[in-house]
């Protein structure tokens, strides 16, 4: 007898196909490094001005409001909204659609672009400003990714 496998929409996860991911994957930087070691450890690496105080992303050695190199690196709260998305409906090497290519905004203020996971991906379950939390997933033995999910309150 045949297995049926139920493909969920999104990104296929090498951790649910069990299979290595089919598409392209980020090439750290100098720049870049620190936030995807942050990834691996399951740590939201964000940095912030060191003349403002105010967050950013993505990682750069200044800061876009005053062009310091006075920057500190600290571990965001993982929490973010649903700032606006797109639900795309090609198939590329790695997706599955129909999938949301969505922009958060971080409970620290940047806004970032991802995947959103464990929600079905209709406009009716997409709600714009709904509640997300971070969750890590390892692509290959160099990049963990860091998606969004809707927020599990307890009780839930």
């Known amino acids: 007898m045949e297995e049926i496998t139920t493909v969920l929409?999104?990104?296929?996860?090498?951790?649910?196909?069990?299979?290595?991911?089919?598409?392209s994957l980020p090439k750290p930087t100098p720049e870049?490094?620190?936030f995807w070691e942050g990834c691996k450890r399951g740590?939201?690496?964000?940095?912030?001005?060191?003349d403002t105080g105010k967050a950013?992303?993505?990682?750069?050695?200044?800061?876009?409001?005053?062009?310091?190199r006075h920057v500190?690196?600290?571990q965001a709260s993982g929490r973010a909204t649903l700032y606006s998305y797109v639900i795309h409906h090609r198939a590329v090497p790695g997706f599955e659609p129909p999938y949301a290519?969505?922009?958060v905004e971080l409970e620290e203020g940047p806004r970032m672009m991802t995947n959103i996971l464990d929600c079905p991906q209709r406009p009716e379950d997409l709600v714009l400003d709904m509640e997300l939390e971070v969750t890590f997933q390892?692509?290959?033995?160099?990049?963990?990714?860091p998606y969004f999910r809707p927020l599990m309150k307890e009780g839930n």
């Open 138 to 145: 390892k692509m290959d033995n160099e990049i963990t990714i």
């Open 101 to 103: 290519i969505a922009v």
């Open 72 to 74: 500190e690196v600290f």
């Open 32 to 34: 870049t490094a620190q």
């Open 43 to 50: 740590e939201l690496l964000l940095q912030r001005c060191g």
């Open 56 to 68: 950013y992303f993505p990682p750069r050695p200044f800061s876009p409001y005053t062009g310091t």
């Open 9 to 23: 929409p999104g990104p296929q996860l090498p951790e649910k196909t069990g299979k290595p991911f089919a598409g």
